[in-house]
């Protein structure tokens, strides 16, 4: 497992992607932590449509978090509205540093019942490691 965890940040000039500046143990653990939810089966004849993201939060130098959201769009997409004020979380929207979908990927795409479900066993996952999270 790799001891840093990528920052995916969509703009206007493409996608960028650096490291996030989170040490090793956090990355190990929320990583562990996200791998161990599992996404309820898909329905048949249903084509799955849903996206769970997850936004690395900076409050200040020290001080990170994480947003856990559902969307109908791509997460880059659905970033960059929360960037520009459509539909925003306000913690999004000031503090939201870029996507980790090193601890979304595996979910996705998903149909909507799964998808619920899946943000909120993500969020309480990830709020088990002692992180920070706000949820969508």
């Known amino acids: 497992m790799p001891d840093w965890i990528g920052l995916r940040v969509p703009g206007e000039g493409g996608v960028r992607s650096l490291r996030a500046p989170l040490d090793a143990v956090s990355t190990r653990v929320l990583v562990r932590a996200a791998r161990s939810v599992r996404p309820l089966p898909p329905r048949p004849f249903i084509e799955p449509r849903f996206s769970i993201y997850v936004v690395l939060l900076a409050f200040e130098e020290d001080d990170h978090g994480l947003y856990v959201g559902m969307t109908g769009l791509s ?14 979380s306000k913690d999004v929207r000031r503090f939201g540093l870029g996507l980790l979908p090193a601890l979304y990927r595996h979910l996705n795409p998903l149909d909507w019942e799964p998808a619920q479900t899946a943000e909120v066993e993500l969020a309480v996952a990830l709020r088990a490691t002692g992180v920070r999270v706000v949820q969508g």
């Open 75 to 88: 997460p880059d997409e659905r970033f960059l509205n929360h960037k520009a004020g459509n539909k925003a």
